[in-house]
Protein backbone atom coordinates (compact mmCIF):
# COMPACT_ATOMS: atom_id res chain seq x y z
CA UNK A 1 0.00 0.00 0.00
CA UNK A 2 1.20 3.57 -0.14
CA UNK A 3 0.48 6.43 1.09
CA UNK A 4 1.16 10.74 0.44
CA UNK A 5 2.38 12.17 2.83
CA UNK A 6 -0.44 13.73 4.43
CA UNK A 7 -1.84 9.99 5.21
CA UNK A 8 1.59 9.06 6.36
CA UNK A 9 1.55 11.86 8.90
CA UNK A 10 -1.99 10.39 9.81
CA UNK A 11 -1.39 7.01 10.17
CA UNK A 12 2.27 7.66 11.91
CA UNK A 13 1.25 10.62 14.20
CA UNK A 14 4.85 12.16 13.03
CA UNK A 15 3.48 15.60 11.50
CA UNK A 16 3.80 17.04 7.94
CA UNK A 17 6.80 19.20 8.70
CA UNK A 18 8.96 16.36 10.32
CA UNK A 19 8.56 14.04 7.56
CA UNK A 20 9.62 17.11 5.34
CA UNK A 21 12.46 17.44 7.93
CA UNK A 22 13.42 13.51 7.54
CA UNK A 23 13.56 13.76 4.17
CA UNK A 24 15.65 16.24 3.69
CA UNK A 25 17.93 14.84 5.80
CA UNK A 26 18.23 11.60 3.94
CA UNK A 27 16.33 9.77 7.23
CA UNK A 28 13.06 8.70 5.87
CA UNK A 29 13.30 9.98 1.62
CA UNK A 30 9.81 8.81 -0.73
CA UNK A 31 9.82 5.62 -2.31
CA UNK A 32 8.55 7.86 -5.26
CA UNK A 33 7.29 10.69 -5.83
CA UNK A 34 4.45 11.71 -8.59
CA UNK A 35 3.53 15.02 -10.12
CA UNK A 36 6.49 16.05 -7.48
CA UNK A 37 4.16 14.43 -4.33
CA UNK A 38 6.16 12.37 -2.45
CA UNK A 39 4.80 8.90 -2.45
CA UNK A 40 5.77 6.58 0.60
CA UNK A 41 5.02 2.58 0.56
CA UNK A 42 5.53 -0.40 2.78
CA UNK A 43 9.55 -0.26 2.85
CA UNK A 44 9.74 3.53 4.04
CA UNK A 45 6.16 2.52 6.91
CA UNK A 46 8.90 -0.17 8.48
CA UNK A 47 11.38 2.89 8.10
CA UNK A 48 9.50 5.21 9.52
CA UNK A 49 8.45 2.66 12.60
CA UNK A 50 12.27 1.84 13.51
CA UNK A 51 12.80 5.74 13.10
CA UNK A 52 10.17 6.38 16.29
CA UNK A 53 11.32 3.54 17.80
CA UNK A 54 14.67 4.91 18.30
CA UNK A 55 12.97 8.83 18.68
CA UNK A 56 11.16 7.04 21.65
CA UNK A 57 14.62 5.54 23.25
CA UNK A 58 16.01 9.41 22.88
CA UNK A 59 18.40 8.46 20.13
CA UNK A 60 19.64 11.52 17.70
CA UNK A 61 18.40 12.04 14.34
CA UNK A 62 21.87 11.39 13.23
CA UNK A 63 22.87 8.41 14.81
CA UNK A 64 19.49 7.16 13.67
CA UNK A 65 20.47 7.59 10.06
CA UNK A 66 23.65 6.05 10.65
CA UNK A 67 22.30 3.42 12.40
CA UNK A 68 19.37 2.49 9.61
CA UNK A 69 22.26 3.07 6.75
CA UNK A 70 24.15 0.56 8.08
CA UNK A 71 24.43 -2.63 5.70
CA UNK A 72 24.57 -4.66 8.94
CA UNK A 73 21.76 -3.35 10.45
CA UNK A 74 19.01 -6.16 11.18
CA UNK A 75 15.56 -5.29 11.63
CA UNK A 76 14.82 -8.40 14.03
CA UNK A 77 17.63 -7.40 16.22
CA UNK A 78 17.06 -4.02 16.50
CA UNK A 79 13.42 -4.65 17.38
CA UNK A 80 14.52 -7.14 20.14
CA UNK A 81 16.74 -3.98 21.66
CA UNK A 82 14.12 -2.02 21.27
CA UNK A 83 11.85 -4.55 23.53
CA UNK A 84 14.38 -4.73 25.71
CA UNK A 85 14.81 -0.88 26.39
CA UNK A 86 11.03 -0.26 26.56
CA UNK A 87 10.82 -3.12 29.23
CA UNK A 88 13.32 -1.02 31.51
CA UNK A 89 11.86 2.02 30.66
CA UNK A 90 8.71 0.05 31.54
CA UNK A 91 10.38 -0.28 35.12
CA UNK A 92 11.57 3.10 35.71
CA UNK A 93 7.52 4.30 34.80
CA UNK A 94 6.65 1.90 37.65
CA UNK A 95 8.82 3.57 39.88
CA UNK A 96 7.05 6.63 39.27
CA UNK A 97 3.86 5.99 39.23
CA UNK A 98 4.55 4.57 42.69
CA UNK A 99 6.36 7.94 43.98
CA UNK A 100 3.06 9.89 42.26
CA UNK A 101 0.61 7.27 44.04
CA UNK A 102 2.79 7.87 47.19
CA UNK A 103 1.99 11.97 46.66
CA UNK A 104 -1.34 11.65 46.27
CA UNK A 105 -2.21 9.99 49.53
CA UNK A 106 -0.25 11.93 51.46
CA UNK A 107 -2.28 15.19 49.46
CA UNK A 108 -5.63 13.29 50.65
CA UNK A 109 -4.46 13.37 54.10
CA UNK A 110 -4.58 17.14 54.00
CA UNK A 111 -1.19 17.80 54.66
CA UNK A 112 -0.10 21.10 53.08
CA UNK A 113 2.49 21.43 50.33
CA UNK A 114 5.24 24.34 50.88
CA UNK A 115 5.90 26.79 48.25
CA UNK A 116 8.86 25.37 46.92
CA UNK A 117 6.85 22.26 46.25
CA UNK A 118 4.06 24.37 44.06
CA UNK A 119 6.62 25.73 42.68
CA UNK A 120 8.13 22.71 41.57
CA UNK A 121 5.33 21.34 40.44
CA UNK A 122 4.28 24.46 38.53
CA UNK A 123 7.73 24.23 36.76
CA UNK A 124 6.83 20.53 36.32
CA UNK A 125 3.97 22.20 34.23
CA UNK A 126 5.61 24.31 31.88
CA UNK A 127 7.62 22.06 30.59
CA UNK A 128 5.23 19.17 29.82
CA UNK A 129 3.10 21.91 28.18
CA UNK A 130 6.04 22.77 25.73
CA UNK A 131 6.71 19.30 25.19
CA UNK A 132 2.98 18.66 24.30
CA UNK A 133 2.83 21.85 22.30
CA UNK A 134 6.94 22.31 20.46
CA UNK A 135 8.44 19.65 22.10
CA UNK A 136 8.39 17.18 18.47
CA UNK A 137 9.33 20.27 16.33
CA UNK A 138 11.92 21.44 18.40
CA UNK A 139 13.94 18.05 19.09
CA UNK A 140 13.80 17.90 15.01
CA UNK A 141 15.23 21.11 14.86
CA UNK A 142 17.25 21.71 17.80
CA UNK A 143 18.11 17.95 19.16
CA UNK A 144 17.33 16.24 22.41
CA UNK A 145 20.53 17.32 23.75
CA UNK A 146 19.53 21.30 23.36
CA UNK A 147 16.01 20.93 24.44
CA UNK A 148 16.52 18.83 27.50
CA UNK A 149 19.13 21.03 28.51
CA UNK A 150 16.46 23.95 28.42
CA UNK A 151 14.31 22.06 30.36
CA UNK A 152 17.34 21.12 32.80
CA UNK A 153 17.89 24.93 32.96
CA UNK A 154 14.10 25.57 34.02
CA UNK A 155 13.98 22.87 36.77
CA UNK A 156 16.95 25.33 37.84
CA UNK A 157 14.87 28.16 38.08
CA UNK A 158 14.39 30.37 41.42
CA UNK A 159 11.12 31.70 42.18
CA UNK A 160 12.94 34.85 42.26
CA UNK A 161 14.67 34.12 39.38
CA UNK A 162 11.07 33.31 37.74
CA UNK A 163 9.20 36.59 38.87
CA UNK A 164 11.92 38.80 37.35
CA UNK A 165 11.44 37.04 33.99
CA UNK A 166 8.13 37.79 33.91
CA UNK A 167 8.20 41.16 34.88
CA UNK A 168 11.00 41.55 31.92
CA UNK A 169 8.41 39.82 29.45
CA UNK A 170 5.55 42.19 30.48
CA UNK A 171 8.14 45.00 29.87
CA UNK A 172 9.14 43.81 26.71
CA UNK A 173 5.52 43.78 25.74
CA UNK A 174 4.67 47.19 27.01
CA UNK A 175 7.28 48.70 25.21
CA UNK A 176 6.49 46.87 21.76
CA UNK A 177 3.28 48.37 21.72
CA UNK A 178 4.49 52.36 22.85
CA UNK A 179 6.66 52.01 20.15
CA UNK A 180 4.54 50.38 17.59
CA UNK A 181 1.78 52.92 18.23
CA UNK A 182 4.22 55.78 18.28
CA UNK A 183 5.58 54.77 14.50
CA UNK A 184 9.33 54.23 16.37
CA UNK A 185 11.77 53.37 14.32
CA UNK A 186 12.84 49.37 15.51
CA UNK A 187 16.18 50.36 14.58
CA UNK A 188 16.33 53.52 16.85
CA UNK A 189 16.93 54.27 20.39
CA UNK A 190 13.62 52.60 21.59
CA UNK A 191 13.94 49.53 19.15
CA UNK A 192 17.35 49.19 21.04
CA UNK A 193 16.47 48.69 24.28
CA UNK A 194 13.80 46.71 23.79
CA UNK A 195 16.42 44.51 21.96
CA UNK A 196 18.78 44.88 25.26
CA UNK A 197 15.46 43.64 27.15
CA UNK A 198 14.74 40.60 25.46
CA UNK A 199 18.28 39.46 25.71
CA UNK A 200 17.71 40.07 29.38
CA UNK A 201 15.04 38.25 29.39
CA UNK A 202 16.11 34.97 27.37
CA UNK A 203 18.68 35.03 29.77
CA UNK A 204 17.13 35.58 32.55
CA UNK A 205 16.55 31.70 33.70
CA UNK A 206 19.97 30.50 32.94
CA UNK A 207 19.93 30.22 29.71
CA UNK A 208 22.97 31.84 27.08
CA UNK A 209 21.86 33.30 24.49
CA UNK A 210 24.94 34.72 21.97
CA UNK A 211 23.82 37.01 18.62
CA UNK A 212 23.43 34.35 16.86
CA UNK A 213 20.66 32.73 18.87
CA UNK A 214 19.41 35.40 20.01
CA UNK A 215 18.92 35.94 15.87
CA UNK A 216 17.13 32.87 15.40
CA UNK A 217 14.73 33.57 18.12
CA UNK A 218 13.67 37.07 17.16
CA UNK A 219 13.08 34.81 13.74
CA UNK A 220 10.88 32.73 14.80
CA UNK A 221 8.48 35.28 16.09
CA UNK A 222 8.02 36.38 12.25
CA UNK A 223 8.35 32.76 10.84
CA UNK A 224 5.91 30.56 13.52
CA UNK A 225 2.32 32.10 13.39
CA UNK A 226 1.74 30.90 17.21
CA UNK A 227 5.12 33.44 18.44
CA UNK A 228 3.02 36.02 15.84
CA UNK A 229 -0.25 35.65 17.53
CA UNK A 230 1.48 36.08 20.96
CA UNK A 231 3.01 38.99 19.96
CA UNK A 232 0.56 40.90 18.43
CA UNK A 233 -2.52 39.71 20.86
CA UNK A 234 -2.99 43.14 21.59
CA UNK A 235 -1.12 45.36 19.03
CA UNK A 236 -0.75 43.74 15.26
CA UNK A 237 3.22 45.06 14.56
CA UNK A 238 4.85 43.90 17.91
CA UNK A 239 6.23 40.67 16.27
CA UNK A 240 8.15 42.10 13.40
CA UNK A 241 8.93 45.19 15.26
CA UNK A 242 10.72 43.12 17.83
CA UNK A 243 12.53 40.74 15.59
CA UNK A 244 13.71 43.86 13.65
CA UNK A 245 15.20 45.92 16.25
CA UNK A 246 17.11 42.30 17.54
CA UNK A 247 18.51 42.08 14.07
CA UNK A 248 19.53 46.00 14.30
CA UNK A 249 20.91 45.93 17.89
CA UNK A 250 22.66 43.03 16.97
CA UNK A 251 24.52 44.35 14.43
Not at 203 to 227: I, M, P
Request: hydrophobic share 35%; glycine share 8%.
Amino acid sequence: MEYTIRQLADLSGVSVRALRWYDRLGLLCPGRRDNGYRVYGGEEVDRLQQILFYRALGVELAQIKTILDDPSFRPLAALRGHLLALEEEKERIQRLIDSVRKTIRTQERDEIMSDKEKFEAFKRQIIEENEKTYGEEARVKYGDKEVDGMYARIQGVTQEQYAQWERLGEEILERLSAAVDAGADPAGEAGAEIARLHHRWLNATGNSYDAQRHRGVAELYVQDERFTAYYDRERPGCARFLRDAVMAWIK
